[in-house]
């Protein structure tokens, strides 16, 4: 399976925007990019996917490379309920597996 | 409306006790998943169910764990000869359909073997 890579953890101030990254270099063409968010003693919730264009919702933007090699979840103005482990995982709409496999996230931390 | 609920939301119990987790999905959701959270890691999958039947178990770590859904709806995950190492937080997911569908997941039950 594809892998993603993700930073273990970053900061931001409350009402700034937060750009996290995620490399997943060996990405197939029917791999979609999709991110759950998991806050404190919560289950995990979906943030937002998308295949090879930009996507905009009500929680966030996915910025995806050309390449499709990278992609950015961008909160545009981080509150502190904000702060939650992002997790980036590809799924293939192809594939055998209907499963989620989550990697160790990028735990993110807002500064009031 | 409701999202997918799990009881107990705790459980302690002891080595070598048998437990089962229950799952209440979102009304009218065919897949429902089975997720184990250690400690500091994201969740790892177990079982995936696809109406009634099993369509994935190839997560179950071994003969110990097993799963049901004889209705398609509710789901119960249960464990045998509880070991320590089986504490973690169960997570149960369900989505529309199954593929790539969004998963919408449940609070989870804190399983603490003593």
């Known amino acids: 399976d594809a892998k993603t890579t993700q930073p273990n953890s970053m900061e931001s101030n409350e009402e700034e925007p937060v750009h996290l990254p995620c490399n997943h270099s060996t990405i197939s063409g029917t791999d979609y990019i999709h991110w759950y968010r998991q806050l404190p003693s919560q289950g995990p919730e979906y943030v937002i996917h998308g295949l090879t264009s930009n996507v905009n919702n009500r929680m966030a933007s996915l910025a995806i490379a050309e390449d499709r090699k990278s992609s950015t979840l961008i909160l545009h103005r981080a509150t502190l309920r904000d702060a939650a482990v992002y997790y980036c995982?590809?799924?293939?709409?192809?594939?055998?597996?209907?499963?989620?496999?989550f990697g160790g996230g990028t735990r993110l931390m807002v500064k009031p | 409306g409701a999202g997918v609920s799990q009881t107990p939301s705790n459980k302690v119990t002891e080595k070598g006790k048998y437990v089962e987790l229950r799952c209440d999905p979102i009304s009218g959701h065919t897949a429902l998943y089975w997720y184990r959270q250690s400690l500091g890691q994201g969740p790892e999958f177990l079982i995936y169910?696809?109406?009634?039947?099993?369509?994935?178990d190839s997560g179950l770590p071994n003969d110990r764990f097993f799963a049901v859904r004889p209705e398609g709806s509710v789901s119960t995950l249960k464990i045998q000869r509880t070991e320590r190492g089986d504490s973690a937080v169960y997570l149960c997911a369900s989505s529309l359909q199954s593929g790539i569908d969004t998963q919408y997941f449940g609070p989870g039950t804190r399983l603490t073997v003593l």
């Open positions: 169910f696809q109406g009634t039947g099993a369509a994935d």
């Open positions: 995982i590809l799924r293939d709409v192809v594939g055998a597996g209907n499963m989620l496999t």
